[in-house]
Structures are given as structure tokens and as C-alpha cells.
């Protein structure tokens, strides 16, 4: 039996037929599709520039050095991928790890305001499976404070608070196109970004300090063997493969995230009459993407591992990070944060799920309450 996955990429023939023109042309590196996705994905999320990377950790590593962290402490949650967290650290400042929602797992604008010292440069924010932050409580504490607002949209592709895109609200916003993301190119990043100096910054920054990039290079008469190095930058840049996947992904995202939409209303209509299942939330001032849905129970593991026998894949986003080793200097009892992860468990979600196989899952769980 095949285990139904978690997370799938959702592709067909039009992202295959969009990889023949890097391939026949030859131009596979930093080149003419990357500066297309990028112009695209400004102007889908509303910014005046964006700047295409090799992953949203790197999205995340750039955003936090132009927003001037180093030296300082960063405001950041314990529940999100590592990377968000690894970012602070690769920067030289120390995350100061602020509790969470206990519905929607979002860092708590309340905890975030008793943190907040002299040292505090930034608050990163992640839209937890999507779902926005509270995003005008945070952006209100950042202005009094002087604070940079850094938006880790890696689940949020598409998303919005009040009506406005996910990744367009705090100082600078990261978006990640690994894989199993909404808009899945494989590996991918992005930054979306108002200021023109930043977009300059980061342009630079993502490959090498090198002032000049090899398309820019390329679209002069005679290709210029000159550039200039002004700082030590990182490999870090996009290339023309996966942006040929994100123009189909981008042309599709609203689509592909509405099926999700319906797949969600699904799943709640069936587990709301389930006293032992908490079904995810979504506040009056989101629209969330809808990258994962995650439900609350006891007995999680024992559940986990009764999925797997029934041939369904399940996972636990995430464990919370201020818990992990590598941590342990920055560690604080964050209540919420420690009880809540026990109970939480993904269950399938992407867009090519077929309505037997979500009659099976929703089945399925169902079942389990004989189990306990
Ligand atoms: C919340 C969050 N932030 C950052 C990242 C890092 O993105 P990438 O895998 O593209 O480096 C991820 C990816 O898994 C993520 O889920």
C-alpha cells in the first residue's frame, strides 16, 4: 500500500513545457526567467521589488542581516522550521523566544511587548500554516519601539491579513518555494521589499558582494568582464530552473490554494462533531493560505502511529525550537508553547488529494476515537 503523503507538489505538463526554453536556450543560471519571477511576485504580493534566492533559509539569513540585527535580540517563536530561528543566529543576535497563540499557534503580540529591551533590533513573525499573524498589534509595537518587522511567509504564499498580502505588512518578507510549499519550485526563496537601497543590498549580498548581476552583464552590447566587490556576500542567488517552475506555480497559486480552502472545510465540517478533535481556527482577519492542517488530541503519538498502519502519512509542526540543543543558552519556559506541541498533528494536505483519498482519511480519523 502507498502511503498518502503529508505535503505534495501539485504539478502537470505546463511546468514541465515551461522548463524546455532554460533548457534550449542555455541560460540556466541567474538569468531573463529569474528577473521575470521576480517582477511577477512583486507585483502579486504588492511590493515594489523582489529578489529570487536559493531557499527561504537564505531569504531569511539576508533579511535579517540588512535589517541590522547583528549584536541585538530578535523577537521570534519556538513554533516554526529552524531556519527561522538558525537566521537570528547566523547573524550574531540572540532570539528572545516569545509564547504563542494556543489556537493558531502564532507568536502572541501580548508576550512579544514583555520582551522587548534595549537590545531588541527585530520581531520575526511566521504565519503559522498560513494562517496571518496579528499583524496590526505587532506593526503597532514595532513603531513605538523602533523595531524592524521581519515576516517569514514560508507557509503564507498567497495568504493575507486584512486583506492584505502576506509578505507586504513588516519591514521586509520571506517567502520559501522548497518542495512541499504552496509554490513548490523545488528549492527556492524569495524577499519581497519597498525600499529600493534594500533591494540593491540584497541583490548584491545574494551573490557574493558582487555589484553587477551576470544577466545586467549580459544585456550590454559587449559583456562586461568588469565588476566591482564591495562587501562579502553569499552564494545565495536564484537560478532560472526552479523560476521557470515559479511562474507556472505563481500563475496557478490561486487555484491550487482555493483547493486547499475547500479541502479544509471539508476535514472541519467532519472532525467539528468530534469532542476529542480541535479543528484549526481561522480569525475574521485572515485569509490563510492554508499550507497545513493541524489538529489538537491527546494521545498524539499513539495516533501518529496508528495513521502509518492505516497508510497515512501524518507530522508534528514543529517541535518547539527554544527546546532543541542548539538553543539551550536562549531558553525560556514558554507555557503554551511546551504543552501545545504534544497535542498537534498534521494530516494530508495539498491540492491533488482525491476525494476517496479524503473520505479515507476523514474516515479513518474518526475511527480512532474506538481506540481510546
Ligand atoms: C516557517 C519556515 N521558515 C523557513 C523555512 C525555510 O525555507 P527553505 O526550506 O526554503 O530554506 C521553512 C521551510 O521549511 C519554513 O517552514
Known amino acids: 500500500m502507498d502511503m498518502i503523503p503529508v505535503f505534495k507538489p501539485s504539478y502537470d505538463d505546463e511546468e514541465l513545457e515551461a522548463l524546455r526554453e532554460p533548457f534550449s536556450s542555455g541560460w540556466i543560471g541567474l538569468g531573463p526567467k529569474t528577473h521575470e519571477f521576480e517582477k511577477q511576485f512583486a507585483r502579486f504580493i504588492g511590493t515594489k521589488y523582489a529578489v529570487g534566492l536559493n531557499s527561504g533559509t537564505a531569504a531569511l539569513h539576508l533579511a535579517m542581516q540588512v535589517m541590522g ?4 535580540e530578535v523577537i521570534t517563536t519556538p513554533i516554526t522550521f529552524v531556519s527561522t530561528n538558525h537566521a ?3 547573524n550574531h543576535a540572540a532570539p528572545v523566544f516569545a509564547d504563542v497563540e494556543a489556537d493558531t499557534l502564532n507568536i502572541d503580540p501580548l508576550e512579544i511587548e514583555k520582551l ?3 537590545n531588541t533590533k ?3 513573525v511566521v504565519h503559522y500554516g498560513g494562517h496571518a499573524c496579528l499583524m496590526s498589534a505587532i506593526m503597532d509595537l514595532a513603531r513605538k519601539h523602533r523595531l524592524k518587522v521581519i515576516e517569514d511567509c514560508a507557509h503564507a504564499c498567497g495568504g493575507s491579513y486584512n486583506g492584505q498580502p502576506s509578505g507586504s505588512i513588516g519591514d521586509i ?6 518542495a512541499v510549499k504552496n509554490l513548490a519550485c523545488g528549492e527556492g526563496g524569495m524577499i519581497t521589499v519597498n525600499d529600493e537601497g534594500l533591494d540593491t543590498q540584497l541583490r548584491s549580498l545574494r551573490w557574493l558582494g558582487i555589484t553587477k548581476d551576470t544577466w545586467d552583464r549580459a544585456k550590454t552590447k559587449n559583456y562586461s568582464w568588469f565588476y566591482n566587490v564591495e562587501e562579502v556576500g553569499y552564494k545565495a542567488h536564484m537560478n532560472d530552473i526552479p523560476a521557470a517552475l515559479g511562474l507556472v506555480q505563481l500563475k496557478k497559486l490561486d487555484r491550487l490554494n ?3 480552502r475547500q479541502i479544509v472545510k471539508q476535514y472541519n465540517m467532519a472532525f467539528s462533531a468530534a469532542a476529542w478533535i480541535t479543528i484549526p481556527v481561522e480569525k475574521s482577519y485572515t485569509r490563510s493560505a492554508s499550507h ?3 489538529i489538537k488530541l491527546e494521545q498524539r503519538d499513539k495516533f501518529v502511529q496508528y495513521m502509518a498502519d492505516k497508510g497515512i502519512s501524518t507530522g508534528v509542526h514543529y517541535y518547539p525550537n ?7 543558552p536562549y531558553y525560556r519556559k514558554l507555557p503554551v508553547a511546551e504543552s501545545i506541541w504534544q497535542k498537534i498533528v498534521t494530516l494530508p494536505l495539498f491540492p491533488d488529494l482525491t476525494p476517496s483519498q479524503i473520505d479515507y482519511i476523514i474516515e479513518t480519523v474518526l475511527a480512532f476515537s474506538q481506540k481510546i
Open 116 to 118: 522587548i529591551t534595549k
Open 258 to 260: 482555493e483547493r486547499r
Open 173 to 178: 518578507g520571506c517567502f520559501s518555494f522548497h
Open 69 to 72: 540585527v547583528s549584536g541585538g
Open 88 to 90: 537570528i543566529l547566523y
Open 122 to 124: 527585530a520581531i520575526v
Open 322 to 328: 527554544h527546546l532543541y540543543p542548539v538553543y539551550k
Open 292 to 294: 497545513n492542517y493541524v
